[in-house]
């Protein structure tokens, strides 16, 4: 597999978000079976690893850190702070938590958990409001000099956030949802990167599976399943949806692709310092989103696309009102 580009940090073009070994889609799968298809995306190529504290809490850190032992320093690992999680019993604290003390612990907690000399890649999952930027950004740099951490990220941040984080510490990688369903980052976020020499990484590129065409308005969710509560996944909602899907799949006929290979090539061909990090629970999934990375999108396909998804009018907030607000702040 090719390599990109997130600032310095070149990681490969198409990465794995490891969030959905969690219970966030339903109970946990078998953790032989997770480290099984962690191990099998590294020996297809995979080498940049996306996991958070909050995931779990812990729990998936703590897969992740045994998955990759084998091949820790041929991989790019990625894990973020910023929920207001116990640092001793992974116990959920309601809100964020960016105080410079909590940073420092999680961050001790994390190469513990994770089992590595150095966290590659470190975000701030959501920003603090009651914490500056700046001494965030200023303990984060602290943690690098400290040789704990290589890199510095942000997700779900605002522009002028990012700005004023950057003239401090500079930032690596944004991490913010975005796919073809999901097209915030565009108007601030993208230029910006584009302008300060940032990676930019979207986290849920095929909308949570919705864009894979294999959940419909039928499809009953577990109520275990988080996205059982999200607003785009109403009935309603994903009846309205569905003609993304129907776009994905025209398209994907035409190139002899997958709905989800076509969504991801959508990602890739947007700007070359763009790095998707699908998640899946199977080896098979895993393959298929790595295909993406051979299909060509010319740019009559993108014009194409482009055009037919500006005549389609997504309905549905992309999160529940009260995560939603912990974005672009």
């Not at 310095?8 to 339903?26: D, H, K, Q």
């Not at 799968?29 to 099998?40: C, L, M």
């Not at 320093?73 to 604290?93: C, L, Q, W, Y």
């Not at 944004?174 to 565009?186: A, H, K, V």
């Amino acid at each position: 597999m090719k390599t990109r580009q997130l600032g310095t940090l070149a990681v490969s073009e198409i990465g794995f978000g490891t969030m959905s070994f969690a219970s966030t889609y339903g109970a946990s799968p078998d953790r032989n079976e997770a480290i099984r298809v962690i191990r099998g995306a590294y020996d297809r190529g995979v080498t940049f690893f996306d996991t958070a504290e909050v995931y779990g809490p812990f729990t998936n850190e703590e897969l992740v850190g045994e998955a990759v032992a084998p091949f820790r320093d041929k991989v790019v690992i990625a894990s973020k702070f910023g929920f207001d999680v116990n640092p001793e019993t992974g116990a959920r604290i309601p809100g964020v938590n960016s105080k410079p003390a909590h940073i420092r612990r999680a961050v001790d907690g994390m190469l513990k958990r994770l089992k590595v000399g150095t966290i590659d890649l470190l975000y701030q999952h959501r920003v603090d409001p009651g914490v500056p930027i700046e001494e965030v950004a200023g303990t984060v740099k602290t943690l690098i000099e400290a040789g704990k951490v290589r890199y510095f990220g942000m997700s779900e941040a605002a522009a002028q956030t990012i700005r004023r984080a950057h003239a401090v510490q500079p930032v690596t990688a944004i991490q913010s949802e975005y796919s073809l369903w999901t097209r915030e980052p565009e108007p601030e976020i993208l230029p910006l990167c584009e302008e300060l020499g940032i990676g930019f990484v979207p986290w849920s590129p095929l909308g949570q599976g919705f864009l894979t065409g294999k959940i419909s308005a039928s499809s009953k969710l577990e109520s275990s399943d988080m996205r059982s509560g999200f607003p785009r996944f109403s009935t309603e909602a994903m009846q309205a949806n569905q003609a993304l899907v129907e776009l994905l799949q025209r398209m994907a006929a035409r190139k002899g692709a997958t709905p989800a290979q076509i969504a991801l090539a959508w990602l890739l061909a947007q700007n070359p310092w763009i790095v998707p990090i699908p998640g899946t629970r199977k080896l098979e999934r895993v393959e298929e989103n790595l295909g993406a990375a051979n299909i060509v999108l010319t740019g009559a396909d993108l014009a194409e696309m482009q055009s037919s998804v500006s005549k389609i009018s997504v309905q549905g907030a992309r999160l529940p009102e009260a995560i939603l607000q912990l974005s672009y702040r």
